[in-house]
């Protein structure tokens, strides 16, 4: 320690912690530190404000708090970026939803293939059981940023041909509808969870393993509220905010 005061006490009466975490956010909210940055490792701000490390992670968890930053291993201490809103209610459509907040939604087909339809997916798609389903496999991202990764389910009776629609569509899922003559679908339901990365969405989604994601599990269905597609997403939790609006538009 450089200073003559204790550390969890400021020249000004607050706590030292509490300094070194306004004058950091203050610095993000200035430029200074811009989204994806890292910020000095607690070692160096340490020795800067004359503190001990865990009073500057104290600083940190603050900002995390806040959702100024993110604390992990490995990364360090970096600033968040502004987390993209996603909004869930009756017609649920990324390009069209980030479009309308001048945002570029894209994605690209991972896999597809055709499967036997374990019995509850194909009881939801109002299938027998071990029905073939296309099993098609999608990574979104906004403005060049990784976001979600999915895994779609479809009837192949259905849609014959729908991993070459899915394709020539971008890996749009209403682009590749409207080649079947669908021009509007709705959200049926959106099941909201939350777990851990598995090493491969991690790299898929540039983060590090283990980090927190969101996994949405959603039905979609023709406006006669006929079931058609199944959804199971993962989202990177840093990135994204759930906006849940009434099923009512």
């Known amino acids: 320690m450089t200073s003559g005061m204790p550390d969890n006490q400021g020249s000004d009466g ?19 530190y811009e989204p994806g940055d890292t910020l000095p490792a ?13 009073t500057v992670r104290q600083a940190f968890r603050h900002l995390a708090e806040r959702g100024l930053v993110t ?20 017609r649920v459509s990324m390009r069209s939803n980030f479009g309308k907040l001048g945002i570029i939604g894209s994605s690209e ?36 940023t990784p976001i979600g990764t999915g895994v779609h389910w479809l009837s192949v009776a259905r849609f014959p041909g729908f991993d070459t629609a899915f394709r020539a569509a971008g890996a749009s899922m209403t682009a590749a509808f409207k080649a079947y003559g669908i021009e509007d679908y709705v959200r049926l339901s959106t ?9 491969r969405e991690a790299a898929l989604l540039q983060i590090e393993p283990g980090t927190a994601v969101m ?18 997403s993962v989202f990177a939790g840093e990135r994204m905010e759930m906006v849940v609006e009434p099923f009512g538009d």
């Open 14 to 32: 607050g706590t030292a912690w509490r300094r070194i975490a306004d004058a950091l956010a203050a610095s993000i909210e200035q430029g200074e």
């Open 42 to 54: 607690s070692v160096a701000l340490a020795e800067r404000y004359g503190v001990h490390r865990h």
């Open 71 to 90: 604390v992990s291993r490995g990364r360090g201490t970096q600033v968040t970026a502004p987390r993209f809103p996603y909004r869930l209610g009756r």
């Open 109 to 144: 087909t991972l896999s597809t293939a055709q499967i036997a339809g374990e019995a509850e997916a194909c009881e939801t798609l109002g299938l027998k059981a071990g029905a073939a389903l296309w099993q098609v496999e999608g990574l979104s991202r906004a403005d060049g």
């Open 191 to 199: 099941r909201l969870t939350a777990r851990l990365a598995s090493e």
């Open 215 to 232: 996994v949405s599990l959603a039905i979609d269905a023709l406006p006669d509220l006929t079931p058609i597609h199944i959804v199971n």
